[in-house]
């Protein structure tokens, strides 16, 4: 039983593996790589798409015609800093935050005259 003590002992050199001392780089290396994947796939983009629709709310002008985030298409008849006017019927105007308007309303196709 002693010998099989001796046996389990620690290795040459003190330290328990043997091994040379692992650099602390070489230990954060794989949380450094899946940051910078998770930057390039995933904050980028969302960081583009934000700049694009501050840049679209801010050249907002009277007669666009929008979609809210809520779906209701309308036409742009007042503007302020924080508030849109949309007109969405004959003589119907509602009152959103900026903020709510999703996008620009896509045209419609126009139909040919073969059809």
């Known amino acids: 039983m002693i010998d099989l003590a001796y046996a389990m002992g620690t290795a040459p050199g003190g330290g328990a593996g ?20 998770l930057y390039f796939l995933m904050i980028r983009p969302q960081q583009k798409r934000s700049k694009q629709h501050r840049d679209f709310l801010a050249a ?16 742009v008849t007042g503007l302020t800093d924080t508030v849109v006017t949309l007109e969405v019927g004959q003589n119907v105007r509602i009152k959103v935050e900026r903020s709510n308007i999703a996008g620009r309303k896509p045209k419609a196709p126009e139909k040919s005259a073969t059809e």
Do not use: C, R, W, Y
Not at 18 to 37: E, S
Not at 67 to 74: A, D, F, K, L, Y
């Open 18 to 37: 043997g091994g040379a001392p692992v650099n602390p780089l070489m230990q954060f290396l794989p949380f450094i790589l899946i940051f910078v994947i």
């Open 60 to 75: 907002l002008e009277k007669g666009d015609e929008v979609i809210t985030s809520g779906g209701i298409h309308g036409k």
